[in-house]
């Protein structure tokens, strides 16, 4: 369970984000709809402990994340949160089980890579350099780097924001798979609806911003 209470994110004078609080129930995914540039990144760097925020809490399964020193926060996201980001963070001149192989020299349990890979369908390019695959592979890569340590908290970022529709269902489907599997939180960024009628709740991100959300 994820628990937003009072935060605040102020980067400048120009950009403060209120948020309403919230909470996300263990064993619900939820797709979060909102324009380009309302916070919606933010809110899930700040539930990942990446970024502070300015005032508030967060709590994530019962560890108040925000009160938590940055390594403490590392730690715990390594361990317990699955983020697919945007921007993937692959390692390009890596190969695919490489980069999945950086897990473990965290010394995080994992499920077997020949074992995610297949689910994910890519265990024919486990030799590949990353720089080599598609926009759906690379995706699929950093997919099963999030999942295979079955994350507690389940995060995508626009997981399907490059790629075409078809390809864009073939990722909602394998996520929403890997979270029917888990009893877990999964929150996912989208600016389509058709990719947002996958969750079971659907925020959409106005809504949950206080009055005057981003100043
Ligand atoms: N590190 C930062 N420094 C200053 N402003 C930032 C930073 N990160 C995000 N912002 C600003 O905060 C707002 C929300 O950004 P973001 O969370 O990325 O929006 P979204 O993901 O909804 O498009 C934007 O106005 C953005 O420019
Ligand atoms: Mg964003």
Redesign the pocket.
């Known amino acids: 369970m994820i628990k937003i209470q009072n935060v605040r994110k102020e980067?400048?004078e120009d950009?403060k984000?209120r948020l309403k609080n919230m909470v996300f129930e263990d064993g619900k995914s939820y797709a979060i709809l909102?324009?380009?540039?309302?916070?919606?990144?933010?809110?899930l760097n700040m539930i990942a402990g990446i970024?502070n925020p300015t005032d508030g809490k967060i709590i994530v399964d019962n560890v108040e994340i925000t009160k938590l020193t940055q390594k403490e926060k590392d730690k715990f996201r390594l361990k317990n949160i699955g983020y697919i980001f945007q921007d993937f963070k692959l390692i390009e001149d890596m190969t695919v089980e490489d980069n999945l192989n950086l897990l473990k020299i965290e010394k995080i349990d994992c499920v077997d890579i020949n074992n995610i890979l297949e689910q994910v369908g890519l265990k024919n390019k486990r030799k590949m350099k990353v720089k080599k695959l598609s926009g759906g592979e690379k995706q699929r890569v950093a997919i099963a780097r999030a999942l295979m340590k079955s994350p507690k908290i389940i995060l995508a970022?626009e997981p399907t924001g490059s790629l075409n529709y078809e390809k864009g269902l073939e990722i909602m489907e394998l996520l929403h798979k890997f979270h029917k599997k888990s009893k877990h939180v999964m929150i996912y960024?989208t600016h389509d609806d058709r990719m947002a009628k996958y969750a079971d709740k659907i925020i959409h991100?106005e809504d949950v911003l206080e009055k005057g959300g981003?100043e």
């Open positions: 980067f400048n950009t984000i909102g324009v380009s540039g309302s916070g919606k990144t933010t809110l970024i970022d960024v991100f981003v």
